[in-house]
């Protein structure tokens, strides 16, 4: 739940920095807030995939969790509505002492599980790379 509501206060936070930019009082706030959505949109996404990973979720849910990061706020309803089914209950099924992995997926969510530390920082690392390179190519949108 931390992560969905962490993206729907950053998506406030860019829809406000764009209504004061569209007022005409300042661009300043767009960077800044666009970077911290994008940080928190970009980490939604990989909590989200390793949650349907695990939990071995279906396709449509998995992707309805992806893609309600693109609207704003709806990562709130999706978790509210994901934890009312039992998705989100109960411990890693693919951590320590629980089941053996059965595909390329679930291995690297098992190791990720099982050497959390490491996995933390390799996926910090790895968005902070995409992130990097998206900051590179530029907005997705120019105003």
């Known amino acids: 739940m931390w992560f969905a509501f962490a ?3 950053t998506w406030a936070g860019m829809l406000a920095a764009l209504l004061v930019r569209f007022s005409g009082a300042t661009d300043a706030l767009v960077g800044p807030a666009g970077g911290i959505h ?6 939604y996404c990989v909590a989200t995939a390793c949650v349907w990973i695990d939990g071995r979720w279906l396709p449509g849910t998995g992707l309805t969790g992806l893609l309600a990061s693109v609207i704003p706020f709806a990562t709130v309803f999706f978790e509210l509505w994901a934890d009312r089914r039992g998705l989100l209950a109960g411990s890693w099924r ?3 002492g629980g089941e053996q992995p059965r ?6 969510l098992a190791w990720a599980l099982r050497y959390a530390a490491l996995a933390i920082g390799v996926g910090v690392a790895l968005v902070i790379a ?8 530029g907005p997705p949108v120019q105003f």
């Open 130 to 137: 995409v992130f990097l390179v998206l900051l590179w190519l």
């Open 7 to 9: 993206e729907a206060v």
């Open 103 to 108: 595909m390329f997926a679930e291995r690297v």
């Open 94 to 96: 693919l951590g320590a």
């Open 38 to 43: 994008g940080f928190v949109f970009l980490t």
